[in-house]
Each structure stands twice: as C-alpha cells, then as structure tokens.
C-alpha cells in the first residue's frame, strides 16, 4: 500500500482535474464535495488561472499527508470513477475536450490503484466499526463483562505496589483480549525473553507488552520490545501499552522506516471502557494509520480531533 501519491500520480491528479473541470467553479465545488475540510479552500487565490490552483492545491494535500491523505485519496477515487464527460461537449472542440479528460482520467488510474486499495480499505474499517459498535450495544453479556473489567482496572489505579499492579494489568488485559475473541496467549517466556502476552487479528500475530511507571516509555523500553518482534515471522506486530505515554524521542526513533509495533497508552485503554471505541476498531485505525504515515503513535484523542473517532 502506497503511503503517498507517487510524483507521476501527482502530475496524473493536476492535469486530470484540469482536464474533468473547464470552470473554476465546478472545481472548486467538486473540491468541496471532496475535502474533509472544505474551507482549507478559501486559503487559496481563485482569481488565479486554474492550471495553477488545481496544483497549489494537490501540492498543499500532498505536503500534509497525516491531515489529508484522505482527502487525496478521496478525490482521487472520484475522479476515476468518472464516465460520463457529456458536460465538455458544449465547450468549443469540445470532442477533442472530452477525449483529453478521458485520457488523463485513464492515466491517472493506472497510477493510483494502491489509493483506490486505501478507499476500500477505509470504507471496511468503517463498516467493521459500525458492526462492532452495533454488536457491543446490543450485547447486554457484553457490556456487563467490560464494565467488569473495567472496575477491576480503575482498582489498580490507586495501587502504590509497582509489581502488583503490572502484573494484574496483564490480566486485564488478557480479560479484555478474550473478551474481543483475540485468541489471547498468557505472559509467556521464550528463550530468555519475556513477553506480556499475544493474540491474534485477521491472520497477524500481536506481541503484546505493557508498563505502568511514572516514567515516560522511552527509547530504549521500546528497543527491547522491537527486537523481541522483528526476530519473529513476517506477519507479526507489537503492541505496547504504557499506561502513561511514551518519550517523543522514543516515539521518533521507532517510526522510521520498516516499524513493526504499535503505541497504546491508558487514553486509549479507558476509550474502549467507556465504550467510545472498540478494542478491534482501536488496534485497526492504529494500525492503518501507521500503514499511511509511517506514525505509530495515534491515539484515541488524536482519532477523535481527526474526526474518525
């Protein structure tokens, strides 16, 4: 999956948009249709030619990709499901303007089929979500069990001994993975190593770890697990979850280039108690976004402020 339009997609974009809309008007509310954020249009100068709003505007999306690479993905997915180019043969050599907006809506779709993968795979979380949502309220056992959970949780909240409290956040945990039907695997040993726990989602295996210290999760914590995961097989993440956030540092080292785990912190955790999110829908958004951006750090808040929570 391409995290960002590739330059020649870029290209594709601006000359398809130029091409589908003769006006700036029918742009600009095409765009609007379009954009998550409609008035990011106003930042741009309409009174300029059109070639060059069409790429200020792919540029600025392009330039911002953790804000609007759902809104480029979206247009893109509009703009080659058009068929009907019926509304150019007014237009002066308006044949010949129907074939070059046919031709460069064809070009841009053989250039972006990994976006076209990303709308679909958008549209599936958000049904998933909803199902799960639907499926949680309407599961009285369910709610009951969570709430449980969650009470046993907020005990440990108080707790003054460090080691006591790790190890009964493991088994909430491990209550709270069962309960999500994650096949989850108790805190096991593996030559040497220690790990939190496991389960599984859609055919990936999760390493799962978890901490609670006043301290900030920093590199090296993070080191340690990464290591544990990366000598794994191919389809194997990590999640860790420090109930108090993590280093920026930490964060920023762990974010480059080929990252295999996952940040949670106790935000997150106390969203899917109250029920705002499901732990499912929660580990997915996480990790599409981490898929699009390279981030492996959103949290639930961050979600929410994004609009998707």
């Given at each position: 999956?391409?995290?960002?339009?590739?330059?020649?997609?870029?290209?594709?974009?601006?000359?398809?948009?130029?091409?589908?809309?003769?006006?700036?008007?029918?742009?600009?509310?095409?765009?609007?249709?379009?954009?998550?954020?409609?008035?990011?249009?106003?930042?741009?100068?309409?009174?300029?030619?059109?070639?060059?709003?069409?790429?200020?505007?792919?540029?600025?999306?392009?330039?911002?990709?953790?804000?609007?690479?759902?809104?480029?993905?979206?247009?893109?997915?509009?703009?080659?499901?058009?068929?009907?180019?019926?509304?150019?043969?007014?237009?002066?050599?308006?044949?010949?303007?129907?074939?070059?907006?046919?031709?460069?809506?064809?070009?841009?779709?053989?250039?972006?089929?990994?976006?076209?993968?990303?709308?679909?795979?958008?549209?599936?979380?958000?049904?998933?979500?909803?199902?799960?949502?639907?499926?949680?309220?309407?599961?009285?056992?369910?709610?009951?069990?969570?709430?449980?959970?969650?009470?046993?949780?907020?005990?440990?909240?108080?707790?003054?001994?460090?080691?006591?409290?790790?190890?009964?956040?493991?088994?909430?945990?491990?209550?709270?993975?069962?309960?999500?039907?994650?096949?989850?695997?108790?805190?096991?040993k593996n030559l040497g190593e220690?790990?939190?726990?496991?389960?599984?989602?859609?055919?990936?295996?999760?390493?799962?770890?978890?901490?609670?210290?006043?301290?900030?999760?920093?590199?090296?914590?993070?080191?340690?697990?990464?290591?544990?995961?990366?000598?794994?097989?191919?389809?194997?993440?990590?999640?860790?979850?420090?109930?108090?956030?993590?280093?920026?540092?930490?964060?920023?080292?762990?974010?480059?280039?080929?990252?295999?785990?996952?940040?949670?912190?106790?935000?997150?955790?106390?969203?899917?108690?109250?029920?705002?999110?499901?732990?499912?829908?929660?580990?997915?958004?996480?990790?599409?976004?981490?898929?699009?951006?390279?981030?492996?750090?959103?949290?639930?808040?961050?979600m929410v402020a994004a609009g998707?929570?």
């Amino acid at each position: 999956m391409a995290k960002q339009l590739s330059p020649a997609g870029i290209m594709a974009l601006k000359e398809a948009l130029c091409s589908v809309y003769w006006y700036k008007s029918d742009l600009r509310g095409f765009l609007q249709l379009c954009l998550s954020n409609p008035g990011v249009l106003n930042n741009f100068n309409w009174e300029n030619y059109k070639r060059q709003i069409a790429s200020d505007i792919v540029d600025y999306l392009v330039a911002n990709p953790a804000s609007h690479l759902g809104d480029l993905t979206k247009i893109c997915y509009e703009i080659c499901k058009l068929t009907d180019f019926s509304h150019l043969k007014p237009l002066d050599d308006g044949p010949q303007k129907v074939e070059k907006a046919r031709s460069a809506v064809n070009q841009l779709k053989q250039l972006v089929e990994p976006h076209q993968d990303v709308k679909k795979e958008q549209d599936e979380i958000k049904r998933r979500q909803e199902l799960a949502a639907k499926k949680l309220k309407d599961n009285a056992a369910v709610r009951q069990r969570l709430e449980a959970i969650r009470v046993r949780y907020m005990a440990l909240v108080g707790s003054d001994n460090a080691q006591t409290r790790g190890f009964e956040l493991e088994r909430v945990m491990y209550e709270l993975f069962e309960l999500f039907d994650l096949d989850p695997k108790a805190s096991f040993k593996n030559l040497g190593e220690q790990i939190d726990g496991a389960f599984s989602l859609d055919g990936t295996e999760y390493l799962f770890e978890a901490k609670w210290q006043k301290e900030l999760v920093n590199k090296a914590d993070l080191a340690v697990f990464s290591d544990k995961v990366t000598t794994k097989l191919e389809n194997t993440l990590g999640i860790f979850l420090s109930i108090n956030g993590f280093s920026q540092d930490g964060v920023t080292a762990h974010q480059a280039g080929g990252a295999a785990i996952l940040l949670m912190d106790g935000g997150d955790l106390m969203a899917v108690f109250e029920e705002r999110i499901d732990f499912t829908s929660l580990l997915l958004r996480k990790k599409r976004y981490a898929a699009q951006t390279g981030n492996i750090y959103l949290s639930y808040y961050q979600m929410v402020a994004a609009g998707g929570g």
